[in-house]
């Protein structure tokens, strides 16, 4: 099935850090939804994006809907042992409330 | 609210059994959708249920799968003839019509097949 490129694929950081990742596709896309997943869970929703350009935050995190609309990027501040765990980027085409999910990153904070 | 919630958790079967697994979404969620999630993979998506109406499915959807929203409520998606290929994730979530497209994700229903 389609996935949309994330980056980068796995990262490991120090406690305090910020993190920055980022969602590509070729097409462009009407929403942006960013997750976090623990393992043998579900994906937890954490923001959701609906305008070009639009940045959100929750919380330590903050999202922006690119402005070609064919990526997003979310940020972590000041990253925490908690936030370990894989972050995946959804998206839905116009015309279409079908999501296609991104690969995924996968964080590991060091303390 | 308490979430949208499925059962079994886990699932173990015989190749070539039969397997169902059901999904209860958030009340008054008029979309509901399964997904299928291998190791580490992304959630790929299966169907969608607006209301009782499936709209849309995938490729993916084989003709061993099948899907039901009958009241539009709960959900089953039913596997006939199991796979060893077929073990995964499953995965449901629903989210209101109204939303603008905010999804909720079950804990997921967890399928190895022997």
């Known amino acids: 099935g389609q996935q949309l490129n994330q980056s980068p694929q796995s990262m490991f950081i120090q406690e305090g850090e910020d993190v920055s990742m980022n969602c590509t596709s070729s097409?462009?896309?009407?929403?942006w939804l960013w997750y976090k997943q623990d393992p043998g869970e579900g994906p937890v929703l954490l923001i959701a994006?609906?305008?070009?350009?639009e940045l959100t935050s929750n919380g330590r995190l903050t999202a922006q809907f690119g402005i070609t609309r064919k990526d997003s990027f979310l940020n972590i501040s000041a990253s925490i042992p908690s936030d370990v765990g894989i972050y995946f980027c959804?998206?839905?085409?116009?015309?279409?409330?079908?999501?296609?999910f991104g690969t995924g990153t996968r964080l590991k904070v060091l303390a | 609210d308490t979430g949208v919630s499925q059962n079994p958790r886990h699932k173990i079967t015989k190749r070539g059994q039969n397997v169902t697994f059901r999904c209860d979404p958030i009340?008054?969620?008029?979309?509901l959708y399964w997904y299928r999630q291998t190791l580490g993979q992304g959630p790929e998506f299966l169907t969608y249920?607006?209301?009782?109406?499936?709209?849309?499915k995938s490729r993916l959807l084989s003709d061993r799968f099948s899907a039901e929203r009958p009241k539009g409520s709960f959900s089953t998606l039913e596997i006939q003839r199991t796979e060893q290929g077929d073990s995964a994730m499953y995965l449901c979530?629903?989210?209101?019509?109204?939303?603008?497209?905010?999804?909720?994700f079950g804990p997921g229903t967890r399928l190895t097949v022997t």
């Open positions: 994006l609906y305008k070009a350009g």
């Open positions: 009340s008054e969620h008029n979309r």
């Open positions: 979530a629903s989210s209101l019509l109204t939303s603008g497209g905010e999804q909720y």
């Open positions: 097409s462009i896309f009407n929403t």
């Open positions: 249920f607006q209301n009782e109406a499936q709209l849309e």
């Open positions: 959804a998206g839905t085409l116009s015309g279409t409330y079908k999501y296609i």
